[in-house]
């Protein structure tokens, strides 16, 4: 359970998406690394909150039981420590691996693929920040999976936004995780004219009383809390909290809203504007609690509501990151812990509306990369076609032949329409004569002999 196999349609599909996400990594120029799947207990364990328990230990084979990777962001951390790097733009694509619930909706998988982007190194805000927003904004507008927004809030806020509540320290991952919720309810939808709503009335009530449970902030707490977390977060609700007289006490409330204010213009000419406001309308929002520090950002895509698919496919959030630079310090003996920021691109969230919109579209996709098929109208000619593709592999050419002894040419040019074969190379015994090969286009059927 939690797995999966590809048949060659989803593998080439796959194949296609994460070759265009690793372009626009590459594009940004980043540099791929690698890490093993597999980690000491020490390096994962306490990294990732309440979700540690997901965390696939292996059994002790005579040495450290290692545990396989949860992520790709704690591997990171402890490679830049271990070797002392101070900075390097890096990307990573790999599979990871959770103990998760695959019967429990949404559906979860134990195993699959994560597509990270890293910037470290000393830098001042916001331009790497706003990269991994750019990054975000290019991929999903490039695989035209419809509207999207990338909501961004702060690490920093909501513990000093808890405390002025009243809720105890010892409750604050269960509370803020709670809160993290409001929108995860229902898949936003956007409106003809581009806004972003969701149904009406807000669950909050039920997130209320989530909270409320055992063990619980107080019910006062809570009504706090719901005057913190509107509905809809407008534009201005960081000014709103900059001038909130219960906050000024709590610097680093106030260094994040004013880091969740980058200057206009980087956003303006990155082309972004629109679709990372500030705040973002977040609620919640309290992702990576025990390792990020800062800004922190998610992309979800927005359900049309005009759109009715025969089988719709509920998909939220497709990205996230934000900075983690006080994992390094954990392995760093020195504690030294350079700035970065990254963000985490969710293949397995893309893939079933890019399937979709493919099915849709009834485009064919091909599972080969084959150039020519090297075919033989005649009987007697295997020497001829085995000499022929050699010749054609050496000079590099993808080339294919059927495994038969004497093929009949109609099933040879069947086969090129039937998988996408753009060419056939023909040779019969009037081109073994004259010394040359018939080429064929599969879909016009002009033919020149060379």
Not at 272 to 281: F, R
Not at 317 to 336: C, H, I, N
Not at 361 to 387: C, F, I, M, N
Request: net charge neutral; hydrophobic share 35%; proline share 12%.
């Amino acid at each position: 359970q939690g797995t999966r196999d590809h048949p060659p349609p989803q593998a080439a599909l796959r194949d296609r998406l994460l070759s265009a996400v690793v372009s626009c990594f590459k594009r940004h120029g980043a540099a791929a690394i690698d890490t093993p799947p597999l980690e000491l207990r020490e390096t994962l364990m306490g990294k990732y909150g309440e979700d540690t328990k997901l965390i696939y230990e292996l059994q002790d084979q005579g040495g450290e039981p290692p545990p396989l990777r949860y992520d790709l962001t704690v591997p990171f951390a402890r490679y830049l420590a271990m070797n002392k790097v101070t900075k390097m733009k890096r990307y990573h694509v790999a599979k990871v691996y959770r103990r998760d619930n695959p019967a429990t909706p949404p559906r979860r998988y134990r195993e699959f693929y994560q597509c990270d982007f890293d910037i470290a190194g000393q830098f001042d805000p916001p331009p790497p920040d706003a990269e991994c927003l750019k990054i975000v904004h290019e991929i999903l507008s490039d695989l035209q999976l419809g509207d999207f927004l990338i909501k961004v809030n702060d690490r920093r806020i909501p513990p000093r936004v808890f405390a002025v509540c009243g809720v105890p320290e010892s409750k604050f991952i269960s509370a803020c995780s709670t809160v993290d919720k409001l929108d995860k309810w229902a898949p936003p939808t956007s409106c003809s004219n581009g806004c972003s709503s969701r149904p009406s009335p807000p669950p909050w009530e039920e997130v209320r009383s989530e909270m409320v449970g055992e063990p619980p902030p107080s019910p006062e707490a809570a009504d706090r809390i719901g005057e913190y977390a509107p509905p809809h977060a407008p534009p201005e609700l960081i000014e709103r909290l900059l001038q909130d007289p219960k906050l000024p006490p709590h610097k680093l409330a106030k260094e994040g809203l004013g880091d969740m204010k980058p200057p206009p213009e980087y956003l303006t000419l990155f082309g972004i504007t629109g679709k990372a406001p500030p705040c973002g309308g977040r609620r919640g929002l309290a992702r990576g609690l025990d390792y990020y520090t800062g800004v922190i950002f998610e992309a979800v895509l927005l359900q049309q509501e005009n759109e009715h698919p025969p089988q719709p496919v509920s998909v939220g959030s497709v990205a996230g990151g934000g900075p983690p630079p006080g994992l390094v310090g954990m392995f760093d003996p020195k504690g030294r812990t350079p700035p970065c920021v990254g963000v985490s691109i969710g293949i397995e969230r893309i893939f079933p509306p890019l399937e979709q919109r493919l099915e849709a579209s009834g485009e064919k996709l091909r599972t080969t990369e084959t150039q020519v098929l090297v075919a033989t109208p005649q009987k007697h000619l295997l020497a001829a076609r085995l000499k022929l593709i050699s010749e054609l592999w050496d000079a590099g050419i993808k080339a294919e032949m059927l495994y038969k002894k004497d093929p009949k040419l109609l099933k040879q040019l069947q086969y090129c329409e039937d998988t996408g074969i753009p060419l056939a190379a023909i040779v019969g015994e009037q081109e073994l004569a004259d010394g040359v090969v018939k080429l064929r286009d599969v879909a016009t059927r002009e033919e020149v002999r060379m």
